[in-house]
Nanobody, 113 residues
Framework: QVQLVESGGGLVQPGGSLRLSCAASGFTFSSSFMRWYRQAPGKEREFVAQIGNFGTTNYAESVKGRFTISRDNAKNAMYLQMNSLKPDDTAVYYC???????WGQGTQVTVSS
């Protein structure tokens, strides 16, 4: 079955960087559109970034220029490089496979001094 496992979250100071990973299995990852979402405490889950099977990317305005989404089809993996992190980026980050509405368990990112 479809499995998505996020990793790489943690505590980082403002201005710092983190790289999230999403390990995918149970479907043809190389031909699949993928997304990152996040959910901050007390807020709704929101779109962060997406990447097509040919590498076309799109970002939420709030992260554009700071975050970079990428994928490695040979490893069935998706990444989110997050730079210049701000306290407002604090959230649980989720990997999403939209075609089957599947979600990972999430990884916590906390930006605080």
């Amino acid at each position: 079955q479809v499995q998505l496992v996020e990793s790489g979250g943690g505590l980082v100071q403002p201005g710092g960087s983190l790289r999230l990973s999403c390990a995918a299995s149970g479907f043809t990852f190389s031909s699949s559109f993928m997304r990152w979402y996040r959910q901050a405490p007390g807020k709704e889950r929101e779109f962060v970034a997406q990447i097509g099977n040919f590498g076309t990317t799109n970002y939420a305005e709030s992260v554009k220029g700071r975050f970079t989404i990428s994928r490695d089809n040979a490893k069935n993996a998706m990444y989110l490089q997050m730079n210049s992190l701000k306290p407002d980026d604090t959230a649980v980050y989720y990997c999403n496979f939209p075609a089957r509405n599947r979600w990972g368990q999430g990884t916590q990112v906390t930006v605080s001094s």
